[in-house]
């Protein structure tokens, strides 16, 4: 089985986002990077397949130099080529050009399987799977928590939850499927895998020949931080000493009587 | 123009997501009568007016949930409505995962630009849309224009109301058969009833919330019986499933489920912001933990220093205590 992992550079959150001065863009001087949780999973997902039904995983990212980082934490993981369609330095891609670099990838193997995350973390744009299938003219589904393969390799079968309801879609190889993590729980990168993946050759693709597109994306004018509650936590003791006060708070907001 | 919008049912019932898409939807008609919502099962109509929905295009032809198909049938909709002079229509769904699959799939095959998960949209102009949308799951907001024949847009439901139209609209039903065709309907949903699990959490009235400081898998006994006493679930940050502790179905966040309690009681947590991303949507939040100054901690309406294996059984006999007493 050929799979090929699209992957994204983001920033690593934790305490409160700060935006550069001209507010086009989040201050990652002294930020960390990664990759989404769900396309953690989704190269996970892909190295699991492979150990089972053979074949390899090629991991793509369109993105700046330094996301090579990224992908070699990929090839970390297992996957054995890595493909970086390269940005300038600061641009940001809409989901309609990310597709369209993203196809020109993909096009260039013989992949039966395509696997992103349902959403990258940053962007939330819900749609660059959706938009490579069709480029693809490929069959897609969606935020998807179990992949499961024929026995004869010609099609998987992909389901989710939603609204209380199992929800379970039948693709024909070759196909377009994104991820969501708790599709499976991802693994440390062992060290052979480190050692390989330092060494590995990345592919670098430039991203001017990679995807003319006719259509433009939505314009993003700027970035604003939604105003936080700026409320203080009234507290009510403390150790097992707080109970009584806050049974009462129990009572004041109406979950005990 | 029309705005059209994507009305979901659960069950029998319009979704509440939709119902919050469709305030959307009235917010961006220009004038009255331009509101039109699209079914693709029998829904109940006057439910629809009261949002103010003039007419209801029923699509009938396609068995079940077939994302491709579905778009297919609002893509024929959408470039037959008549379009006076140069204003462009808008197409809105809740921003639900179906909400989000049908606009992107239209999205690509009418070559449109999508915005996912807005919170408003204004008009400038005739030609412009403004719009405000979320990103990293609502910790960041981007505003942005849309300059396209049609605006593809999906709401961010945890972020708008649902409000009833001042004057109702007719809610006028027509059927249009869907002209879709094979390969639309290759990717086709096949429902089987789920656990309770992940619903309960997204819609509990309590749900009590354990994170590192709960220590093992083993530790999560006093969190179930409160969660029990106050006819709530469980729930779990990150870490929780990262560690195998719980599985990922349980997971409060911006990558597991957003929830929206009467209360969240968040034991052991530290509160990284992407676990905001999920509990934001609580309506009272207290915090049981032994770092006074953990974001989860200065953020919360109530907070308890101490450990959460002290709290929480002394919560547990406070409750059954009051409980006998009466």
Known sequence: MEILVCVKRVPTVGGAITLTADRRAIDTKASGFTISPHEECAVEEAVRLVERFGGSVTVVSLGPVEAEEQLRSCLALGASAAVLVETAPGAETGPIATAAALHSVAVTGAYDLVLLGNEASDTGDYQVGIRLAHLLGRPVATGIKAISVSGDGSSLSASRTYRGVVETFTLPLPCVVTVKEGINLPRYPSLPGRLRAKRATITRVPVETAAPTAVSDVRMLRLRVPDAPKKQATVLGRGAGAVPALVEVLAEIGVIS | MTVFCLVELDGDAVADASLRALTFARGLAVAPGELAAVVFAAAPAADLGAYGVTDVYLVTGIDGYAPRAWARALEDLVSSAPRPGACAHAVVAAGTEHGNEVLAHLAAISGLPMA?????????????????????????????????????????????????????????????????????????????????????????????????????ADGFAPLEEVATLLGGVVGVSRVVTSEGWRPHSMQVGQTGTKITPDLYLACGISGAIQHF????????????????????????????VGDLHEVLPALVKALRDRVLGR
């Open chain 2, 116 to 216: 996912a998960n807005c919170v408003a949209a204004s008009h400038p102009d005739a030609d412009t849309l403004d719009i405000v949308r979320q990103r990293w799951a609502g910790l960041l907001l981007e505003e942005a224009a849309v300059d396209a024949p049609a605006a593809l847009l999906t709401v961010a439901t945890e972020a708008v109301s649902a409000d009833p139209a001042a004057l109702p609209g007719n809610a006028e039903v027509h059927e249009v058969s869907g002209q879709v065709s094979d390969a639309d309907l290759v990717v086709c949903a096949v429902e089987t009833p789920a656990g309770p699990r992940g619903a309960s959490l997204a819609t509990a009235r309590v749900v009590v919330g354990g994170g590192r400081g709960v220590g093992s």
């Open chain 2, 277 to 304: 991303a999920g509990c934001s949507g609580a309506k009272h939040i207290i915090a049981i933990n032994t770092d006074p100054s953990a974001p989860m901690m200065t953020r919360a309406d109530y907070a308890v």
